[in-house]
Every structure is written in C-alpha cells, then in structure tokens.
C-alpha cells in the first residue's frame, strides 16, 4: 500500500545495514522531495535493489 511504502518509518530497517545517520538522511530526502525510501536508496545506490526488497518488505517486518 502506498501509505506503508510512502511512510518513513519504512526506513528503519535500514539503519542496520547502513547506519542510522545514512539512514536519517534518506529519511529527510524523502519527507523533502515527496519520494519514497526505496525511491531515494534506488536514485543514491544506496543498496541493490534486491537488498532494498528484502530490507523494506512490510510484509515480512510484520508478519502478515
């Protein structure tokens, strides 16, 4: 759902992989610009995109 995908604390499994302040930082850019997290990881290459899919799958951060 685009709420969960738009939301920023999608971002928080982030931090675990690459730091809490890299992790703030797309946060910020994202609230910024309107964009999602794995919009704004995709444009930095912040991370692969498989990597960004595991890492920000709602559905497995919640189990349902």
Same mark, same amino acid.
Do not use: C, F
């Given at each position: 759902?685009?709420? *969960?995908? =738009? +939301?920023?604390?999608?971002?928080?499994?982030?931090? $675990? *992989?690459?730091? =809490?302040?890299?992790?703030?930082?797309?946060?910020?850019?994202?609230?910024?610009? +309107?964009?999602?997290?794995?919009?704004?990881?995709?444009?930095?290459? *912040?991370?692969?995109?498989?990597?960004?899919?595991?890492?920000?799958?709602?559905? +497995?951060? $919640? +189990?349902?």
């Amino acid at each position: 759902p685009r709420m *969960v995908e =738009y +939301g920023l604390s999608i971002a928080t499994p982030l931090a $675990t *992989v690459i730091g =809490y302040d890299r992790t703030a930082e797309l946060a910020n850019e994202a609230m910024r610009t +309107g964009k999602s997290i794995r919009e704004v990881a995709l444009e930095q290459a *912040v991370l692969p995109e498989a990597e960004l899919d595991r890492l920000l799958n709602a559905r +497995g951060m $919640t +189990g349902r």
